[in-house]
Nanobody
Framework: VQLQASGGGKVQAGGSLRLSCAAS????????MGWFRQAPEKEREFVAA????????CYADSVKGRFTISRDNAKNTVYLQMNSLKPEDTAVYYC??????????????????WGQGTQVTVSS
């Protein structure tokens, strides 16, 4: 499975961005999809995850109420809508895929496939 993330960029605090992650998977619906991020000199951290059919979602406390994860299985794409962005949201954002749907989706170790990352920079 190959994942291609896009949509990153530079935005002022309070602004919005939408990230996309296109997957090459033939059975995209079978994959739980997640977003993680890594800020400079920090470890990669969980942002959000969504179940195969989109019925279940979870978020990191730091982004609840501001970010929304969604997916379009017909397009093999998962999205991360980011609103009310803060400077502390600055990071490289990665999408990830887990086949089969089991485990702790906030943990990196669950995901078998990773995209290349897209940079998000929020200025104050």
């Amino acid at each position: 499975v190959q994942l291609q993330a896009s949509g990153g960029g530079k935005v002022q605090a309070g602004g919005s961005l939408r990230l996309s992650c296109a997957a090459s998977a033939r059975t995209f619906e079978a994959y739980v999809m997640g977003w993680f991020r890594q800020a400079p000199e920090k470890e990669r951290e969980f942002v959000a995850a969504i179940s195969g059919r989109g019925g279940a979602r979870c978020y990191a406390d730091s982004v609840k109420g501001r970010f929304t994860i969604s997916r379009d299985n017909a397009k093999n794409t998962v999205y991360l809508q980011m609103n009310s962005l803060k400077p502390e949201d600055t990071a490289v954002y990665y999408c990830a895929a887990d086949f089969g749907g089991s485990g702790d989706y906030t943990s990196e170790s669950v995901y078998e496939y990773w995209g290349q990352g897209t940079q998000v920079t929020v200025s104050s």
